[in-house]
């Protein structure tokens, strides 16, 4: 397997209902950006595979998967990607979504990846989200996940996981954009966000 050397990469946060999966999918169909989102890659392991068998023993047991595990199953799926002519460095830009998660994983990364920029997709009035993240809960039937004092829970989770991984970046490295808007404003900023830093062609 190819080994990674700094591929370049945007990292992606957003936390829940601003928008982040939307922007994702759409980016993910530039030609030059491959959108890889981490949750994916756990769900499509074999469990019949080496890595597969080490997911399941944490996970059937409720086990958090280590920071390694998850760096390592990480570079050993891009560095397949690039085996199969997938993604080379030379043309692509990774835009990770839920890698890294914590200030382990930043170091664990470090030489695997050249981040170039980092979105934080942000939605400044909690109660607008909370209300979205009810109407969007009672769509799907999942009554509790509609209860607010459960979605300001998730929320107040995500900020205090987030701040450090952010912190551990540059700050010129990071474009705040508002969640708060129709989805192609949105995605407008974030172009306008990325456009410096990814290779229009090569």
Known sequence: MTAISNFPAILM???????????????GRVPNLAHLAMGD??????????????????STKGLLVPDVFT????????????????????????LLDGIPRTTTQV?????????????HLVVDDREALVARLSAR????????????????KRL???DSETRPVLEAYPPELVRRINGDQHP???LRDVAAALIPVVPGSI
């Open 13 to 27: 946060f957003g936390g829940p209902g601003t928008g982040k999966g939307t922007q994702g999918t759409i980016l």
């Open 41 to 58: 890659i756990f769900r499509a392991l074999d469990p019949a595979s080496e890595l597969g068998r080490e997911f399941l023993a944490y």
């Open 71 to 94: 760096v390592r199953l990480f570079q050993q799926h891009v560095g397949e990607l690039i085996d199969a002519g997938k993604v080379r460095a030379s043309y692509h830009t990774l």
């Open 107 to 119: 170091e664990l990364l470090r030489g695997t990846i050249d981040v170039r920029r980092i979105i």
């Open 137 to 152: 809960a009672r769509k799907a039937n999942r009554p509790d996940d509609a209860d607010p004092s459960v979605i300001r």
């Open 156 to 158: 107040d989770v995500y």
């Open 184 to 186: 192609l404003a949105v």
